[in-house]
């Protein structure tokens, strides 16, 4: 789990382009939306592919993504518990 | 009409331009066939979580804007044309190249959003809030010009006062590529110094941006009136001297009134044949100056020669690296700019110090 952590972090800096963010800044439970990295609606749609693209999960109600996109932590979770690739 | 005046600059390019209290003062020498943009701090002048979504091309032009509106004491304009010659190329290889990659699948919204060619003047109007004219021509080498057009019609005709005008072109790794294909860049690496004694087809790419405000009311800040503008999309050869003429006489000059001609070589010797027959015809006797050894070969390129004429004009001075001739003007007033690109779309600019 903890690696799937490590992995979602560079990915998302990689794939976000957060030029000014590292790996070791974003804790396991920092909100990813509104106060904590920031990110917008735009971002949440290339979370979104992220997770079919790499994962193979396809997120088929909007309401679940509030709550995988919460933060690195519960993204990893929920990845850990629907990958299929 | 009104007159129309260029009231502020600012330049991103392969040289040190972005502080305009300096005017190539040092030169930075390139060995190769393209040569890429120096960034300023880009966090000066874009916030980070915007800069993020931005290409170079994007970054160069809402820095450079900010520049000259800053330089022109103005916070918004009435107006804003930019001209490209490819657009935000970089987004676009992008987007399609996932296309490809991906299989069509997997499709993120992000360079698809910044892909378009208004995306400079776009982002530059959401970053002042200008709900004013936005407009991006695309037309190949006289994308700026056609910008630069358009706004002096404005303001001479009273339809707008203060016009943010700018070209920006980037590069980008498949264009690049497909230009070495067909030689439109130089098969060898060329020292800038020595572009045009290269003695080779085609050109040293690069890229910039380079923005002005323009306005029908003189400041403090001048730096020069905008006398004309005109531009063909072919121009034989032979017509070339009687084009420049008319040209001259339409604005009641003659040669001997042009204290310097900035042209637009690039050391491609199948068509700096053009730019010989003015400086070896009827402007021989005139101050001659270049400039795509200092910036490459782009579509807007020919915003850089402005840039390079109004700073001259203000200073008086003609730095010695731009230098095609050893005459020297007794005033730097009256400036006449050629620009043509592989033969086709040529362009007069005419800029008079004020």
Redesign the interface.
């Known amino acids: 789990m903890e690696a799937l952590k490590e992995e979602l972090k560079s990915k998302i800096i990689e794939q976000?382009?957060?030029?000014?963010v590292s790996v070791d800044e974003i804790a396991d439970d920092d909100p990813l939306f509104g106060d904590g990295l920031?990110l917008d609606s735009?971002d949440a749609?290339?979370l979104i592919?992220m997770l079919?693209?790499d994962y193979g999960i396809k997120l088929a109600d909007p309401k679940e993504g509030k709550k995988i996109f919460e933060s690195v932590g519960t993204m990893a979770d929920y990845i850990a518990q629907h990958k299929t690739k | 009409m009104k007159p129309v005046y260029i009231n502020s600059v600012a330049s991103i390019s392969a040289q040190s331009t972005f502080d305009n209290s300096v005017f190539l003062e040092d030169i930075a020498e390139h060995t190769d066939n393209v040569i890429r943009a120096m960034n300023p701090n880009y966090k000066e002048f874009i916030p980070p979580a915007a800069a993020r979504r931005m290409a170079k091309g994007i970054k160069m032009g809402v820095a450079t804007s900010k520049i000259a509106l800053k330089e022109a004491n103005l916070e918004n304009v009435d107006a804003i044309i930019t001209g490209t010659g490819l657009g935000c190329i970089a987004d676009s290889e992008k987007f399609v190249s996932k296309i490809i990659n991906d299989n069509e699948e997997y499709l993120t919204p992000t360079s698809f959003i910044q892909s378009t060619h208004n995306t400079v003047a776009g982002q530059i109007a959401l970053g002042i809030g200008c709900k004013g004219y936005n407009f991006t021509y695309v037309h190949s080498s006289i994308s700026f010009e056609s910008a630069l057009l358009d706004a002096k019609l404005q303001l001479e005709n009273d339809e707008a006062q203060n016009i943010l005008v700018g070209g920006v072109d980037e590069l980008a790794d498949h264009h690049i590529k497909i230009h070495k294909l067909v030689n439109h860049i130089k098969k060898d690496v060329v020292n800038s110094r020595d572009l045009l004694e290269s003695g080779t087809k085609g050109a040293v790419f690069g890229e910039g941006a380079s923005f002005f405000v323009l306005s029908n009311e003189k400041s403090e800040t001048t730096y020069a009136q905008v006398l004309d503008v005109t531009a063909y999309n072919s121009l034989p050869a032979e017509e070339l001297q009687n084009g420049l003429k008319s040209f001259l006489h339409e604005n009641s000059l003659e040669i001997e009134d042009i204290d310097i001609v900035v042209l637009g070589n690039n050391g491609d010797i199948d068509y700096d044949t053009y730019y010989n027959l003015l400086s070896q015809g009827s402007l021989k006797n005139t101050a001659q100056v270049y400039y795509k050894h200092l910036c490459g070969e782009f579509n807007t390129a020919s915003s850089f020669g402005i840039w390079m004429a109004t700073k001259m004009i203000r200073t008086q001075r003609i730095p010695e690296a731009v230098r095609l001739n050893g005459i020297q003007p007794s005033k730097i007033g009256t400036v006449l700019l050629y620009n043509q690109y592989r033969g086709e779309n040529h362009s007069l600019v005419l800029l008079r110090g004020c």
Do not use: C, F, S, T
């Open positions: 976000l382009n957060l030029e000014d920031g735009i749609l290339e592919v079919d693209k």
